[in-house]
């Protein structure tokens, strides 16, 4: 199975990623430091992670900061 769309909300820093294609080939994220690439990757590995050990979702660590106060 094969990833080709996807969309992440209320996840670190991320609100609303809106939906986005995943190409076969290649996909690229772009942007400043800060912006949520990493986040927006994590997420994605979330939803089939690897056998090595990938930390689970914690509310407290993970929802949007502004969630959490």
């Keep these: ?3 080709k769309k996807a969309r992440v909300k209320k996840y670190r820093s991320i609100r609303d990623s809106g939906w986005f294609d995943v190409e076969e080939a ?3 994220l772009v942007g ?3 912006a949520g690439k990493t986040a ?4 994605l ?5 690897p056998r090595e050990a ?3 979702f914690d509310a407290l ?3 949007p900061r502004e ?3």
Excluded: F, H
């Design 45 to 49: 590995q979330k939803i089939n992670p």
């Design 54 to 56: 990938v930390r689970n």
């Design 1 to 3: 199975m094969r990833l």
């Design 32 to 34: 400043p430091n800060d």
């Design 61 to 63: 660590r993970d929802y």
């Design 67 to 69: 969630r959490s106060q």
């Design 40 to 43: 927006l990757l994590e997420a």
């Design 26 to 28: 290649k996909t690229i």
